[in-house]
């Protein structure tokens, strides 16, 4: 009796100690994980800044209750499908991006993994959803409506400097929210009375190639795109249309606060800040098939008035009436 009742405690007391041993062997309730393929360099910038305060926004705590595993471009697009690749092997919960081409590639890497586009022109790329209505895979995000951006981007340049014949339109040739555009954006321009001459670059070390295209085809006026080579080289594409004096027009607020005349676009921050909604419900169990591609529908037109005057120009009354903002 003794020994069956002394073997009884052993074993029982075994297996209250292995309860807590199973239980440190099983994982913790887990934090979901993100993939952030940013085709920069810095989290500093516009984009992923706004994503990262939509997280916080949503009481997400960084390396808490939630991780991102980044991979930076380094505005070098060629690295996108590779860094793309990498990410989908380390089978994040989520893979966040923006811009055409990081989506481009986010969306051949993987068909299964979901995929949120922070910004992007889906209008550019129609394979990566099916409709903006209902996506229909595995990819869904926020939509620049990049088109109706560059034909008005072209009109408000015109009536900046009504003496305008010939503008540059700086594109990236990889890209396909760059090129997928041209024909719309020539027929706007001839409705204007205006020649444009597109100008490739696509890596920084392509700029000057593109500056001596520029000036050999006369141009007097300078549209940039959005998205690398170009947001982070602005300072040297600049100080080029300063030397030359050619009024420039692209994106809205970082680029007029850097120097650009003319910024017309989207508040991209706040679209960025808006995609961490479509992560978290991902997150919760929603299926980006399911998740409409949303609209930006609010645009904003501010006029540096420091460049003007730099190049010599008066703007017109009509066009500072316009403005959601002035820098002096």
């Given amino acids: 009796m ?3 009742t002394a073997g009884g405690i052993v074993a029982l007391t075994l297996s209250l100690l292995a309860v807590p041993l199973l239980a440190m062997a099983q994982p913790r309730g ?8 940013d085709p920069g360099s810095a989290p500093g910038r516009s984009c992923l800044t706004g994503f990262r305060q939509g997280l916080r926004d949503l009481g ?10 980044y991979r930076y471009a380094e505005d070098q697009s060629t690295r996108l499908p590779g860094l793309a690749a990498e990410l989908v092997r380390l089978t994040p919960d989520v893979l966040w991006t923006q ?12 068909t299964t ?6 910004v992007g022109s889906f209008d550019a790329a129609p394979g990566l959803v099916e409709s903006l209505a209902r996506p229909g895979g595995n990819l869904t995000g926020l939509d620049l409506m990049g088109t109706a951006v560059l034909e008005r981007r072209l009109a408000l340049l015109k009536e900046a400097v009504p003496t305008i014949a010939r503008v540059a339109v700086l594109v990236n040739p990889t890209n396909p929210a760059h090129t997928e555009r041209w024909h719309t954006l020539a027929a706007a321009a001839q409705a ?5 001459q597109q100008v490739e670059a696509d890596a920084p070390e392509a700029l000057e190639g593109a500056f001596a295209a520029m000036l050999q085809g006369g141009a007097d006026a300078l549209m940039l795109s959005e998205g690398s080579p170009f947001s982070g080289d ?9 030397r030359h004096r050619l009024p420039t027009i692209a994106g809205g607020r970082s680029y007029t606060t850097g120097g650009v005349l003319l910024g017309y676009g989207t508040d991209t921050y706040a679209l960025c800040q808006r995609s961490a909604v479509f992560v978290d419900k991902i997150l919760k169990g929603a299926k980006p098939a399911d998740l409409p591609v949303e609209c930006a529908h609010k645009f904003e037109l501010i006029v540096n008035l420091k460049t003007a005057k730099a190049l010599g120009l008066t703007l017109p009354p009509t066009l500072l009436f316009q403005a959601n903002e002035v820098i002096q």
């Fill in 99 to 110: 811009s055409t081409l990081a989506a481009q590639a986010a969306k051949q890497a993987t």
């Fill in 30 to 37: 887990s934090i979901p994980r993100v993939g952030v393929l």
């Fill in 113 to 118: 993994l979901p995929i949120v586009v922070g």
């Fill in 2 to 4: 003794w020994h069956g």
């Fill in 234 to 242: 602005l300072p040297r594409i600049l100080a080029f249309a300063a």
């Fill in 60 to 69: 997400y705590v960084e390396g808490q209750t939630i991780t991102l595993v």
């Fill in 192 to 196: 204007l009375g205006v020649q444009l």
